[in-house]
């Protein structure tokens, strides 16, 4: 059955350093999605791209972050200058109609 | 904003039902869902609502939806240990595009005695 993979599926870093968290949808989907959760807390949207462009982001999804598709696979968030409480749990879904998820990467900045 | 909201535990002893309660606020509703989260691990999409149904039965899993009242519940039969989990309840408007994120409420802890 495909499935959504995401790697790596844990990410230590350095407070005010760059994280790519990668994910590969599902290849016969055309939304994908990026959501966060931080530890104890619920699910929050950050985004949703279509067309190769964002369709959708939350007050969440602020100027550190950015989402490409580089290529026909794989599709990425990058958070720059990391703060601590960027440290989450990020999971990827895609979706022809309903959303599938992936493992998630657990973020940690340090 | 759009709300979703969920009791935080349901205990439950091994081999009865689990109704595990969701109440919504956004009307525009379309797509509600169930996913399932164990320890550690992702969100497995188990089972989705369209808004124009009342009841959806997959298995040992049955979904109400009562759209008046903005409620939502999720039945599991025979209630076995492998069911222990955090069980999420999301809706989306799936305004037509696609694109729209979901929201989540804060998850239902299912506790399984033996």
């Known amino acids: 059955e495909p499935e959504v993979t995401q790697t790596p599926s844990h990410q230590v870093t350095q407070m005010g350093q760059e994280v790519i968290l990668r994910c590969v949808p599902i290849?016969?989907?055309?939304?994908f999605y990026w959501y966060r959760q931080i530890l104890g807390q619920k699910v929050e949207f950050l985004v949703s791209?279509?067309?190769?462009?964002?369709?959708?982001k939350s007050e969440i999804f602020d100027d550190q972050f950015s989402v490409e598709r580089p290529d026909g696979s794989n599709f990425t968030l990058k958070i720059r200058s990391t703060k601590l409480e960027d440290s989450a749990m990020y999971f990827c879904?895609?979706?022809?109609?309903?959303?599938?998820f992936g493992p998630g990467t657990r973020l940690t900045v340090l | 904003g759009e709300d979703v909201e969920q009791s935080l535990f349901l205990s439950v002893r091994e081999g009865d039902s689990s109704v595990i309660n969701c109440t919504y606020t956004?009307?525009?509703?379309?797509?509600l869902y169930w996913y399932k989260q164990e320890p550690g691990a992702g969100l497995q999409l188990l089972t989705y609502?369209?808004?124009?149904?009342d009841m959806k039965q997959d298995q040992r899993l049955t979904v109400l939806l009562n759209k008046k009242d903005k409620h939502l519940s999720l039945r599991i039969a025979d209630t076995q240990t492998g069911d222990s989990a955090i069980y999420f309840c999301?809706?989306?408007?799936?305004?037509?595009?696609?694109?729209?994120?979901?929201?989540f409420g804060k998850g239902t802890h299912l506790i399984i005695q033996p």
């Open positions: 879904a895609s979706s022809e109609g309903v959303q599938f």
């Open positions: 290849s016969n989907h055309l939304y």
């Open positions: 791209f279509y067309n190769n462009e964002i369709s959708e």
């Open positions: 956004d009307s525009s509703s379309t797509y």
């Open positions: 609502i369209f808004s124009n149904m």
């Open positions: 999301a809706e989306t408007p799936y305004s037509g595009g696609g694109a729209d994120g979901l929201t």
